[in-house]
């Protein structure tokens, strides 16, 4: 059991690293195929296992050369039902893949004697992040994630994270679930490149809209799977920005059609990459997570924490 007290990223002045690009650089950048985009597979050999630690292992690594915090997350953003059963998991067999991914990187964290190493279970949306085909209602999306939340609740997790999130009343399902569950939640949601979530809404009205319908539960609110590029021009000095406390971006500028469509991985430029984070960190300094999506790997962390 582990038994050190830790604060989270918006209890303390501390910077994080944050890195959530593991799938897409296992893809095109080791060949190792992920069908549908789940990396939690990797965890039933021990090769897989291996791969998924020794990227964690190396991620902290790199946060510690820096004095920077760690958040890492679990590799289960698609091990939800809907998107587990077109890869033959029943509901028991999710229960236990869920909770191993949680054990793996409590494994990973215990090699380091740390603080600032902070263990999130991660969690997606139901459907097509960029272009969700249905949307739930709130209520619905409550009771959609609520099986997949309840698997984290005994588990060594110090908060969960909802990555990738489209509209509203799925980020507001997902925010009454943990609650329901005493959890500690993040919600991150993704923009076009105009800034504006998928499904139209401004950040500003999105994050609004869960604080209302939630009495203001989620821990803090962040961006994610977006190039800087997509969301700098709407950060701005704001109540709302309050609540904003991490970005999370991807390599490429290209659209989220563009890259559903990629045959080839865009890494970008990782020196500008980093370079353009740690500029919304100097004039944000609320937000104190800065990481890497799709496209991104550890040249792209790197840069990051050279920048910082």
């Given at each position: 059991?582990?038994?050190?007290?830790?604060?989270?990223?918006?209890?303390?002045?501390?910077?994080?690293?944050?890195?959530?690009?593991?799938?897409?650089?296992?893809?095109?950048?080791?060949?190792?195929?992920?069908?549908?985009?789940?990396?939690?597979?990797?965890?039933?050999?021990?090769?897989?296992?291996?791969?998924?630690?020794?990227?964690?292992?190396?991620f902290i690594k790199l946060a510690q050369s820096k004095n920077l915090g760690a958040i890492l997350e679990t590799p289960t953003w698609v091990a939800n039902r809907s998107r587990a059963e077109s890869l033959g998991y029943t509901p028991d067999q999710l229960r236990l893949i869920n909770a191993d991914a949680v054990q793996v990187l409590s494994e990973v964290r215990a090699e380091f004697e740390s603080s600032t190493i902070i263990l999130s279970a991660n969690l997606g949306p139901r459907d097509d992040a960029y272009a969700p085909s249905e949307q739930m209602s709130a209520d619905e999306a409550k009771t959609y994630h609520m099986e997949q939340l309840a698997i984290?609740?005994?588990?060594?997790?110090?908060?969960?994270?909802?990555?990738?999130?489209?509209?509203?009343?799925?980020?507001?399902?997902?925010?009454?679930?943990?609650?329901?569950?005493?959890?500690?939640?993040?919600?991150?949601?993704?923009?076009?490149?105009?800034?504006?979530?998928?499904?139209?809404?401004?950040?500003?009205?999105?994050?609004?809209?869960?604080?209302?319908?939630?009495?203001?539960?989620?821990?803090?609110?962040?961006i994610n799977c977006a190039h800087p590029d997509h969301f700098t021009s709407i950060l701005k000095s704001a109540p709302w920005m309050s609540r904003i406390k991490g970005v999370v971006a991807n390599a490429s500028r290209c659209s989220h059609a563009e890259l559903d469509n990629a045959e080839e991985l865009d890494a970008g430029d990782p020196v500008e990459f980093g370079q353009q984070l740690t500029e919304i960190r100097r004039n944000f300094p609320q937000i104190n997570i800065l990481g890497g999506c799709c496209g991104t790997d550890m040249r792209h962390m790197q840069s990051i924490a050279d920048n910082l």
């Amino acid at each position: 059991m582990d038994m050190i007290k830790r604060k989270l990223p918006h209890q303390t002045d501390n910077v994080f690293l944050a890195y959530v690009g593991m799938e897409t650089d296992i893809i095109f950048n080791k060949g190792i195929d992920l069908p549908g985009f789940a990396a939690y597979p990797l965890l039933e050999n021990q090769e897989g296992r291996e791969i998924i630690k020794n990227y964690h292992r190396d991620f902290i690594k790199l946060a510690q050369s820096k004095n920077l915090g760690a958040i890492l997350e679990t590799p289960t953003w698609v091990a939800n039902r809907s998107r587990a059963e077109s890869l033959g998991y029943t509901p028991d067999q999710l229960r236990l893949i869920n909770a191993d991914a949680v054990q793996v990187l409590s494994e990973v964290r215990a090699e380091f004697e740390s603080s600032t190493i902070i263990l999130s279970a991660n969690l997606g949306p139901r459907d097509d992040a960029y272009a969700p085909s249905e949307q739930m209602s709130a209520d619905e999306a409550k009771t959609y994630h609520m099986e997949q939340l309840a698997i984290f609740v005994d588990g060594e997790v110090d908060l969960v994270s909802g990555y990738t999130i489209a509209y509203t009343a799925e980020a507001t399902g997902m925010v009454l679930a943990a609650k329901a569950l005493d959890l500690p939640i993040i919600i991150s949601f993704t923009v076009e490149t105009d800034g504006r979530l998928p499904k139209s809404a401004t950040l500003e009205e999105a994050i609004s809209e869960v604080d209302e319908a939630t009495d203001g539960y989620a821990d803090y609110f962040m961006i994610n799977c977006a190039h800087p590029d997509h969301f700098t021009s709407i950060l701005k000095s704001a109540p709302w920005m309050s609540r904003i406390k991490g970005v999370v971006a991807n390599a490429s500028r290209c659209s989220h059609a563009e890259l559903d469509n990629a045959e080839e991985l865009d890494a970008g430029d990782p020196v500008e990459f980093g370079q353009q984070l740690t500029e919304i960190r100097r004039n944000f300094p609320q937000i104190n997570i800065l990481g890497g999506c799709c496209g991104t790997d550890m040249r792209h962390m790197q840069s990051i924490a050279d920048n910082l």
